[in-house]
């Protein structure tokens, strides 16, 4: 993140912790995973609720968070 974007400070302090998890157990938690290439990031992706934002509420986001795993600070 930081080599692809040096001068995006904002960018980088929203990203400073990161998880990451399966795209299977992302969808097992009711989340969907959607392939989202950049010519920087060519494995980035999103993720979707079928509800929409709706969807993203906080009993969802517990569930997304376990499907995630532990996160990690980067520095």
Same mark, same amino acid.
């Given at each position: 993140?930081?080599?692809?974007? @040096?001068?995006? %400070? /904002? #960018?980088?302090?929203?990203?400073? !912790?990161?998880? %990451?998890? %399966?795209?299977?157990?992302?969808?097992?938690? +009711?989340?969907?995973? $959607?392939?989202? @290439? !950049?010519?920087?990031?060519?494995?980035?992706?999103? $993720? $979707?609720? @079928?509800? /929409?934002?709706? +969807?993203?509420?906080?009993?969802?986001? +517990?569930?997304?968070?376990?499907? #995630? +795993? %532990?996160? !990690?600070?980067? #520095?």
């Amino acid at each position: 993140m930081r080599e692809a974007f @040096p001068k995006a %400070s /904002g #960018l980088l302090r929203a990203a400073e !912790t990161v998880a %990451s998890g %399966s795209a299977d157990k992302i969808r097992a938690a +009711g989340f969907d995973v $959607i392939e989202d @290439p !950049t010519n920087k990031f060519p494995n980035h992706a999103r $993720i $979707i609720h @079928p509800n /929409g934002e709706a +969807g993203f509420n906080d009993y969802n986001l +517990g569930k997304l968070s376990d499907a #995630l +795993g %532990s996160t !990690t600070k980067c #520095l």
